[in-house]
């Protein structure tokens, strides 16, 4: 069996899909892989490493993606690439699968096994494998970092000589993975955090890592098997406007994680509360690609709103490239390693598997998942 890393093609993604030490994991199992000759670079994973590792390198992409039986990447392959694969080739990325049912029609025509790594199903047992929840929790730590380094103070309390510095209010809004560790690392920054979530539960979480859970009655809400949060009322979101711009006034740093899978992201915070922030603070908006969390965000820019400056990332895990690649690549190991089989050192497509169930989109020749053809598409 062939696996095939080809350099990223999507503009700006710097991330790579295998680092050296799972490649060698991988030849050691009895596979063979081919990497694209510089793919790591912008992760600082060298050519050197990847031979070092058992890699065998190429500068001939289109042959890469010709002649290899699984193909690992990060992102979604760009249609140029969907025509090189040759039938029957396994594809295991990242496909925003909800979101781009162009891709998902050319791979079922180009009869691709399209994995989508979104869909790995939350348990106990495909936790080494969930690259939603290895990136989110990066993305978390980065969007306090560019936050601050945005702010024209500092996070922590000084008591000095020349007086007492208070220290700044950060706000998360979403606890999730991303909202947990941007609590985190602001309370490591010696922020002073309110958080709040939808989800009920996530206030025992918040509390947990020394933050104070903002509490607003929503009335019921509901979580989905996975965890993740269902869509709230008009009502619901109106009340939760009305109590969250009160703790937006008061922060310095607004971090918002919000997402509800498979659907856009909530608006959560509109241009009236921008405008009742202090001037000088700072809003990053995680949910940013998915829609966003903030009114007037846009992606990879900085929005400046009544002296309230917006940052709007998309890809914030990639701003940490060498440790989100280091983790999205151990996901990918633990999938594959997981259906490679011994014998035959091939892809065991077992389709009654509860993991390729999930994740499996596109299969000889149409859309097999039944959440994707659920929504829609297919
Ligand atoms: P996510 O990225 O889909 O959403 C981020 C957060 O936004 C969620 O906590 C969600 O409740 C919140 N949210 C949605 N609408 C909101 C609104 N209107 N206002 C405020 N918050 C809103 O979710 P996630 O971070 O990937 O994970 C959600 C849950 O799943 C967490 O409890 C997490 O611990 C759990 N989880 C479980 C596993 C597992 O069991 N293997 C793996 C990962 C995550």
């Keep these: ?6 350099k990223e093609s999507t503009d700006g993604e710097n991330r790579i899909s295998l680092i050296p030490d799972d490649v060698a994991k991988l030849v050691r199992m009895g596979a063979e892989v081919a990497v694209e000759t510089k793919a790591g670079a912008s992760s600082w994973f060298s050519d050197e490493d990847y031979s070092d590792a058992g890699a065998v390198l190429t500068a001939d992409a289109n042959e890469l993606l010709s002649g290899s039986d699984v193909i690992v990447r990060v992102r979604k392959p760009l249609p140029g690439d969907i025509g090189l694969l040759k039938k029957g080739t396994i594809h295991i990325s990242l496909l925003d699968p909800f979101l781009s049912p162009e891709t998902i029609k050319q791979l079922a025509e180009a009869e691709i096994s399209a994995f989508s790594m979104e869909m790995i199903p939350r348990t106990t047992y495909a936790q080494k494998m969930d690259v939603l929840s290895s990136q989110a929790n990066l993305a978390g730590y980065v969007s306090v970092i560019l936050a601050a380094a945005k702010l024209k103070k500092i996070l922590p309390m000084m008591m000095t000589p020349a007086g007492t510095i208070k220290p700044s209010r950060v706000f998360v809004l979403g606890a999730g993975v991303a909202g947990l560790q941007a609590i985190a690392t602001a309370k490591r920054l010696g922020a002073r955090v309110d958080a709040f979530d939808i989800r009920p539960e996530a206030a025992e979480q918040i509390e947990s890592l020394g933050a104070k859970a903002v509490k607003i009655d929503l009335g019921e809400t509901e979580s989905t098997k996975d965890g993740y949060a269902k869509e709230i009322t008009e009502e619901q979101k109106q009340k939760q406007k009305e109590e969250m711009a009160k703790v937006c006034a008061k922060a310095d740093i607004v971090i918002t994680t919000a997402q ?4 856009k992201a909530p608006r959560l915070v509109d241009n009236a509360m921008i405008v009742a922030m202090r001037p000088g603070s700072v809003i990053v908006d995680m949910a940013v690609a998915t829609g966003g969390n903030v009114e007037g965000s846009r992606p990879d820019e900085d929005v400046v709103n009544n002296g309230v400056t917006i940052m709007g ?12 690649s280091q983790m999205y690549s151990a996901n990918v190991f633990n999938f594959v390693s997981e259906f490679l089989d011994e014998e035959t050192k091939s892809f065991k497509l077992d389709l009654e598997n509860e993991i390729i169930k999930a994740t499996l989109i596109t299969h000889e020749g149409a859309v097999v998942n039944e959440r994707i053809l659920k929504s829609g598409q297919g």
Excluded: D
């Design 260 to 263: 509800v899978f498979g659907r």
């Design 1 to 6: 069996m062939r696996i095939g890393v080809p």
């Design 313 to 324: 990332l998309s890809n914030m895990p990639g701003c940490v490239a060498t440790n989100a």
